[in-house]
């Protein structure tokens, strides 16, 4: 297993985190603010052709592994760009298995998105990019099913602290596109991708808090010198790039097993889940892994960060504030990361015991 990027994944690399420099960033976040979106950086981004990477070239899409958005989301993190690409990404993906996928949603110009959670009473919650999305695709009952194209998707956002494109969405007179338990899975499937590219993006998001803390202490003088001299604030920085990279390394990790789990849309090879072997290549598990781990990464970088700042930290002219509020946004999409943590360690076949618990001395 061989986690570094592939030539042409720094290529991508490279490529995306030019377009997100010069598209995105901090002012446009604040520019897309509350909804979350904004349009005109979509509109530019078709033309990269990244809305359909991830589609099967069968289908007219780019055919990108889950390895390869990693790569993208992640650019996409780290200058907080004001777009739903991971959710149409995913969603796409998730189309394309059961034929759904159209011309419109491959080209980008109907954005899709994924209600993580069944619908509770034909409606569809806290939807990630529904307030960004003219169509979402979501499981009712034990049916997957394509919601009723909205022109006006916003109109229905939730505010949230994170400026995310939240909103509820109505499924009366959804499509349905699969039913049973093929559908569950598949739907299944596609959460976990997602869980993947957001730990992507958190990684991104805590990836410039490090820059912009390390960046603001070797600027910031106090008593002479750059506040970065002292070792009060060298404590608080110190250990976060370490903390990022294993969460970098975690979610890559977790894109190589989604990889390795379906190969040209086929089930490919199982998974291992073997605690007392350190043995983990289960993408299930993984993918939870990687949210997890990603999201404390982001909110403990964003926090170092923004108390190194000062009181300039927590003031609405300062970048870091707006990752600060994403990264703990993105984190709590899905629900509390104590009970994805419980459903994580549910996963494993033995339970961890204590020597104190088995009546050890």
Same mark, same amino acid.
């Given at each position: 297993?061989?986690?570094?990027?592939?030539?042409?994944?720094?290529?991508?690399?490279?490529?995306?985190?030019?377009?997100?420099?010069?598209?995105?960033?901090? %002012?446009?976040?604040?520019?897309?603010?509350?909804?979350?979106?904004?349009?005109?950086? #979509?509109?530019? *981004? *078709? &033309?990269?052709?990244?809305?359909?990477?991830?589609?099967?070239?069968?289908?007219?899409?780019?055919?990108?592994?889950?390895? $390869?958005?990693?790569?993208?989301?992640?650019?996409?993190?780290?200058?907080?760009?004001?777009?739903?690409?991971?959710?149409?990404? @995913?969603?796409?993906?998730?189309?394309?298995?059961?034929?759904?996928? $159209? $011309?419109?949603?491959?080209?980008?110009?109907?954005?899709?998105? /994924?209600? /993580?959670?069944?619908?509770?009473?034909?409606?569809?919650?806290?939807?990630?990019?529904?307030?960004?999305?003219?169509?979402?695709?979501?499981?009712?009952?034990?049916?997957?099913?394509?919601?009723?194209?909205?022109?006006?998707?916003?109109?229905?956002?939730?505010?949230?602290?994170?400026?995310?494109?939240?909103?509820?969405?109505?499924?009366?007179?959804?499509?349905? @596109?699969?039913?049973?338990? $093929?559908?569950?899975?598949?739907?299944?499937?596609?959460?976990?991708? #997602?869980?993947?590219?957001?730990?992507?993006?958190?990684?991104? %998001?805590?990836?410039?808090?490090?820059?912009?803390?390390?960046?603001?202490?070797?600027?910031?003088?106090?008593?002479?010198?750059? %506040?970065?001299?002292?070792?009060?604030?060298?404590?608080?920085?110190?250990?976060?790039?370490?903390?990022?990279?294993?969460?970098?390394?975690?979610?890559?990790?977790?894109? #190589?097993?989604?990889?390795?789990?379906?190969?040209?849309?086929?089930?490919?090879?199982?998974? @291992?889940?073997?605690?007392?072997?350190?043995?983990?290549?289960?993408?299930?598990?993984?993918?939870?892994?990687?949210? @997890?781990?990603?999201? &404390?990464?982001?909110?403990?970088?964003?926090?170092?960060?923004?108390?190194?700042?000062?009181?300039?930290?927590?003031? &609405?002219?300062?970048? %870091?504030?707006?990752?600060?509020?994403?990264?703990?946004?993105?984190?709590?999409?899905?629900?509390?990361?104590?009970?994805?943590?419980?459903? *994580?360690?549910?996963?494993?076949?033995?339970?961890?015991?204590?020597?104190?618990?088995?009546?050890?001395?």
């Amino acid at each position: 297993m061989d986690l570094n990027l592939t030539k042409d994944q720094e290529t991508i690399r490279e490529v995306f985190a030019a377009f997100f420099e010069g598209e995105t960033g901090p %002012i446009r976040a604040r520019a897309a603010e509350p909804v979350g979106m904004d349009a005109a950086a #979509w509109e530019r *981004l *078709l &033309e990269t052709g990244a809305p359909s990477m991830g589609a099967s070239e069968a289908a007219g899409g780019g055919g990108a592994s889950l390895a $390869d958005l990693t790569v993208v989301a992640t650019e996409a993190g780290a200058f907080i760009a004001p777009l739903p690409f991971v959710d149409h990404a @995913v969603t796409t993906r998730l189309l394309d298995t059961v034929n759904a996928c $159209d $011309d419109g949603m491959l080209a980008g110009t109907t954005i899709v998105g /994924l209600a /993580l959670c069944p619908a509770i009473d034909g409606i569809a919650r806290t939807v990630p990019s529904g307030a960004a999305a003219h169509r979402v695709v979501a499981i009712d009952g034990n049916r997957l099913v394509l919601d009723r194209p909205v022109d006006n998707p916003s109109a229905g956002h939730l505010a949230n602290h994170g400026c995310l494109p939240l909103a509820h969405r109505d499924l009366t007179g959804a499509e349905v @596109v699969a039913s049973g338990p $093929d559908a569950l899975a598949k739907h299944a499937r596609a959460v976990d991708e #997602w869980r993947t590219l957001t730990a992507a993006t958190l990684v991104g %998001i805590a990836r410039s808090a490090v820059d912009l803390g390390v960046a603001y202490v070797m600027e910031r003088k106090q008593f002479g010198r750059p %506040i970065g001299s002292f070792q009060a604030v060298q404590h608080q920085l110190a250990d976060l790039p370490g903390l990022v990279d294993g969460a970098g390394l975690l979610t890559s990790k977790a894109a #190589w097993a989604g990889d390795r789990a379906t190969v040209d849309g086929l089930a490919g090879e199982p998974g @291992v889940l073997d605690v007392d072997s350190n043995d983990v290549t289960d993408f299930v598990a993984l993918a939870a892994m990687a949210l @997890v781990a990603a999201g &404390e990464a982001a909110t403990t970088a964003t926090d170092r960060s923004l108390h190194v700042h000062g009181g300039y930290g927590f003031s &609405e002219e300062y970048d %870091i504030q707006l990752y600060y509020r994403r990264a703990r946004a993105l984190a709590y999409v899905l629900g509390d990361p104590a009970r994805e943590c419980r459903r *994580l360690a549910s996963m494993f076949p033995t339970p961890f015991v204590y020597a104190s618990e088995a009546g050890a001395t």
